[in-house]
């Protein structure tokens, strides 16, 4: 009975972080594939906020490759790091980089604009805020990066049908999951 809940639990585990990648990717990802050309008449300025100390950190590039191959137009790509957008930093609230800023013309776009809510928020000015940044990120007030997950494989040395947890750890790095500490315990020594 308690394999059975273990079993359970390493399922809703692998089944919640799935949904959690799904609802990330969703946004970039449409089964009509690009925009209709009469929709992607408006010019979309980017401002790209990074911190490249941070290795691991998301590439913020992939997404907006993403966005124009959806069909929106991107015009320029503004870059800058973290310590000098400050002032970016303050007016809009940002708390985690990388980050980007979209022009109000983003809301010419409603296939991707109309779910804009699970990734971010909409300013007074009219510009699209990435606030859902992917881990690890760098947390802005206090310069950690945040987001790096331990892993404990459990195994069970006499179990020769047992998953290999090796197999669920290269799934997850698959998802973009950053590991900090690693440690192997076997269920006759678990404490």
């Not at 308690?2 to 990330?24: K, P, Q, S, T």
Request: aromatic residues 10%; contains cysteine.
């Amino acid at each position: 009975m308690e394999e059975e809940y273990h079993e359970e639990w390493w399922v809703a585990g692998i089944v919640i972080v799935i949904i959690l990648i799904f609802f990330a990717v969703h946004f970039f990802s449409s089964p009509t594939g690009p925009l209709d050309p009469p929709l992607a008449t408006k010019v979309v300025s980017v401002t790209l906020i990074k911190d490249s100390s941070c290795a691991d950190c998301i590439d913020m590039n992939k997404l907006i490759d993403e966005m124009r191959g959806k069909g929106i137009t991107i015009g320029g790509i503004t870059s800058s790091e973290v310590n000098e957008s400050r002032n970016l930093i303050e007016k809009y609230s940002i708390t985690k980089v990388p980050t980007l800023i979209l022009s109000k013309e983003f809301s010419e776009y409603p296939e991707v604009r109309d779910s804009w809510e699970n990734f971010g928020s909409v300013e007074t000015d009219g510009s699209y805020v990435y606030r859902n940044v992917l881990p690890p990120y760098r947390e802005v007030e206090s310069g950690k990066v945040r987001g790096y997950v331990d892993i404990t494989h459990i195994r069970d040395q006499a179990c020769e049908s047992c998953l290999d947890t090796n197999i669920l750890k290269a799934s997850l790095a698959a998802f973009g999951v950053k590991f900090a500490k690693e440690n192997s315990l076997d269920v006759s020594n678990a404490t």
